[in-house]
């Protein structure tokens, strides 16, 4: 069973994809209203989102499978290791995935993460400290970030 349902977040509407009850995409929607069928997967995840956007979740356990090449999928088990309201740079991440001279690769994968939020792609940062590359727009990345941060400070 494949399917397509809008999330409207505070950050603005994801798009959510799914397969035979697993999530395969959440990515920026740039549909305005878009028909969204209701089913358990669905609420499972908008509950989810609903509790990592009120800040009292700190990781997500959906079912997903994010179809990626094996060191993609490598850089996104360790963007799934970044703590909540932390942040990292690209070559953190290609250090934790013993390949350190693979910033630039780590980037373009975190370009193809299909599954936002709960691949956490957005807590990667420049080597400088700068907002750079989110798929969502930097404007999305910028207020995830001011998101965890205000909720982790609450902790």
């Known amino acids: 069973m ?6 409207r977040s505070p950050v603005g509407a994801l798009q959510l994809e799914y397969e035979n009850g697993e999530v395969v995409s ?6 305005d209203a878009a028909e969204s069928e ?14 990592d956007f009120a800040g009292t979740r700190r990781g ?18 360790a963007l799934r290791d970044i703590p909540y309201g932390e ?5 953190d991440i290609a250090r934790a995935i013993g390949q350190p001279k693979a910033a630039r690769a780590v980037g373009m994968a975190n370009n193809r993460n299909p599954i ?34 205000a909720h982790a400070l609450r902790d």
Not at 26 to 31: T, V
């Open 26 to 31: 959440l990515r920026k929607s740039e549909e």
């Open 38 to 51: 209701e089913n358990a997967l669905t609420a499972l995840v908008f509950r989810q989102l609903d509790e």
């Open 60 to 77: 997500f356990d959906f079912p997903c499978r994010a179809q990626g090449t094996p060191f993609q999928r490598k850089v996104w088990a």
């Open 87 to 91: 942040t990292r740079t690209y070559g």
């Open 116 to 149: 936002y939020i709960a691949t956490p792609c957005h807590r990667v940062i420049g080597a400088d400290g700068s907002l750079v590359g989110y798929g969502g727009g930097l404007a999305m990345k910028a207020a995830l970030l001011e998101l965890e941060k």
């Open 2 to 7: 494949k399917g397509t349902a809008i999330y």
